[in-house]
């Protein structure tokens, strides 16, 4: 099985809380051989409301007829959907394959080069709007601002680069730093499971110039 101690260090998850292996079936009749990653994930996570659903939604076993597509297999979509996230058709046999991302189901660009990046990516993502203790708005931020946050803070290591350009910061397991490329300018929320950390990252990030 992958590991996705991450994930559920994040989100707090303590027992499986997935599809069944028939309703994994369900997928394989229409595509064929599934990678290993998203077996396990659709298997052990995929019915977590919270991590798959509370902005962008992971495609459940039923929905796959709705998203069919010729050479990719889109597995997540944007709330709106803005974007779409899938696998190409040719990986489907590899056990961690990249990831791809397109506005109009045309234009494909790559957005990972693993699923488990995706996976870890997207769940920081879903922090903004999931975890207990959060922000009630963005603020914006300038580049000397975010450079305080890249000095104070660990990047989480995995980043959406063509979808807005949004990168992760932070120190503790439970707790996410998200940053947002705004034109010029860049938004920044951040969410954690505990209080404590979520209050020490508030008092960090005070001495900046916007108001925390």
């Keep these: 099985m992958t590991d996705f101690k991450m994930i559920k260090k994040l989100f707090h998850i303590t ?24 077996i396990d994930y659709y298997l052990e996570l995929g019915k977590d409301e919270r991590l798959n ?11 796959f007829q709705y998203f069919k597509h010729s050479e990719y297999l889109i597995f997540y979509c944007e709330n709106q959907r803005a974007c779409v996230w899938g696998i190409h058709k040719g990986d489907l046999s590899r056990s961690n394959p990249p990831v791809y991302m397109s506005f109009d189901e045309k234009v494909w660009r790559k957005e990972f080069e693993t699923l488990t990046d995706f996976f870890h990516a997207m769940a920081y993502l879903q922090t903004v709007f999931a975890l207990e203790y959060g922000c009630e708005s963005f603020y ?11 000095k104070n803070f660990k990047n989480k290591g995995v980043s959406f680069r063509h979808w807005i350009g949004i990168e992760f910061y932070g120190n503790y397991d439970d707790s996410i730093i998200t940053v947002m490329k705004n034109d010029d300018s860049f938004d920044l929320i951040y ?16 001495k900046l110039r916007v108001v925390i």
Aim: zero cysteines; hydrophobic letters at 30%; a negative charge.
């Design 15 to 38: 027992k499986r809380n997935g599809f069944s292996h028939d309703e994994i079936q369900t997928i394989k009749n229409i595509f064929g051989e599934l990678p290993q990653v998203f």
């Design 53 to 63: 659903h509370t902005q962008d939604s992971l495609i459940e076993p039923e929905q």
């Design 191 to 206: 969410a954690s499971s505990d209080k404590e950390h979520f209050d020490k990252i508030g008092w960090v990030l005070s």
């Design 140 to 150: 914006s931020i300038e580049q000397t601002d975010l450079d305080f946050v890249r």
